[in-house]
């Protein structure tokens, strides 16, 4: 399993598009400014067989130091983006 960086992916696309990487740098980058700006605004983001990005409050919770156990860390409520694949994604995966 390797990591696939956003230079490897315009790269990737450029290849198999025919397109210069300029281009395709430019519009990956403005996918992922509109994805953070919308889901900054609370929206919720949703592409047929890819999968779904949406805000959530993840709750209040005690952890612990793992050094000092016995010690209690409150962790604050915070908001995550939260990841939910589609089907066709789904199926590819498993």
């Given at each position: 399993?390797?990591?696939?960086?956003?230079k490897k992916l315009i790269n990737t696309i450029?290849?198999?598009?025919g397109l210069h990487p300029n281009d395709v740098r430019n519009v990956i980058q403005a996918f992922l400014d509109a994805m953070t700006d919308s889901l900054s605004q609370g929206d919720r983001l949703e592409f047929r067989?890819?999968?779904v990005f949406e805000?959530?409050?993840r709750k209040q919770k005690i952890g612990r130091n793992p050094k000092n156990a016995g010690v209690a860390i409150v962790i604050p409520a915070r908001k995550a983006v939260k990841f939910t694949?589609?089907?066709?994604?789904?199926?590819?995966?498993?």
């Amino acid at each position: 399993m390797s990591t696939v960086t956003k230079k490897k992916l315009i790269n990737t696309i450029s290849t198999a598009r025919g397109l210069h990487p300029n281009d395709v740098r430019n519009v990956i980058q403005a996918f992922l400014d509109a994805m953070t700006d919308s889901l900054s605004q609370g929206d919720r983001l949703e592409f047929r067989d890819f999968g779904v990005f949406e805000i959530v409050e993840r709750k209040q919770k005690i952890g612990r130091n793992p050094k000092n156990a016995g010690v209690a860390i409150v962790i604050p409520a915070r908001k995550a983006v939260k990841f939910t694949p589609g089907k066709k994604m789904k199926k590819l995966i498993s």
